[in-house]
């Protein structure tokens, strides 16, 4: 190959490689129905565990992994210590190629009222099929819409930013008796 047409060459395949590197990552998207169903159930669930549910305003955060517009008003919260979804596409139940069932197991340690700063713990696991089905391009949660199931780690944070927030003597101590009900349910 002559000098010039090699040069063009070679500039072509470093268009090409730069032009597909950059490309994937935007393509590369948890819902993609190029990835598992799982993932996306992964995804929510982590994001849940962190919290993303506590705010209405962080809706934003889930909305392109869910079919739902918006997230009810909870009274409570149900705190965990983790949770489990198969990667295995045998663990499923696969309805046809555009919709699956995928199981999901929390490690449960107890609920947490809101309205009454309260927490109940009822240690054990929570089981639940999460139908997903793909829309347009990509995989959406389409049901059950539960609570939010976020880490003890986290609500221990966020009694603790309460406490530090709060004025009134009674609703701290309130507070401060919660967040050691919470500690007390990770032994």
Do not use: C
């Not at 409570?76 to 990667?87: A, E, H, Q």
């Not at 927490?119 to 939010?148: C, N, Y």
């Not at 004025?167 to 032994?187: I, N, P």
Request: charged share 25%; aromatic share 8%; hydrophobic share 45%.
């Amino acid at each position: 190959m002559n000098s010039p047409r090699r040069s063009v060459f070679i500039t072509f395949i470093a268009a090409v490689l730069l032009l597909s590197a950059s490309a994937t990552p935007g393509l590369a998207q948890t819902n993609a129905v190029s990835h598992s169903p799982a993932k996306v159930v992964e995804k929510y669930f982590a994001l849940d565990n962190k919290g993303v549910r506590l705010d209405a305003g962080s809706f934003e955060a889930v909305a392109g992994l869910v079919d739902w517009k918006e997230e009810p008003a909870w009274g409570k919260v149900i705190v965990i210590n983790g949770f489990t979804v198969p990667d295995d596409f045998r663990q499923w139940e696969i309805v046809n190629r555009l919709e699956v069932l995928v199981p999901v197991e929390f490690h449960v340690l107890g609920v947490m009222y809101l309205d009454t700063a309260g927490f109940v713990p009822e240690p054990g696991t929570e089981q639940v099929r999460v139908r997903v089905k793909v829309q347009g391009a990509r995989w959406k949660i389409m049901e059950p819409i539960l609570p939010p199931h976020v880490g003890q780690k986290r609500m221990l944070n966020v009694v603790r930013q309460a406490m530090l927030d709060e004025k009134d003597g009674v609703r701290h101590e309130s507070l401060a008796a919660l967040q050691a009900e919470l500690r007390k349910a990770r032994e």
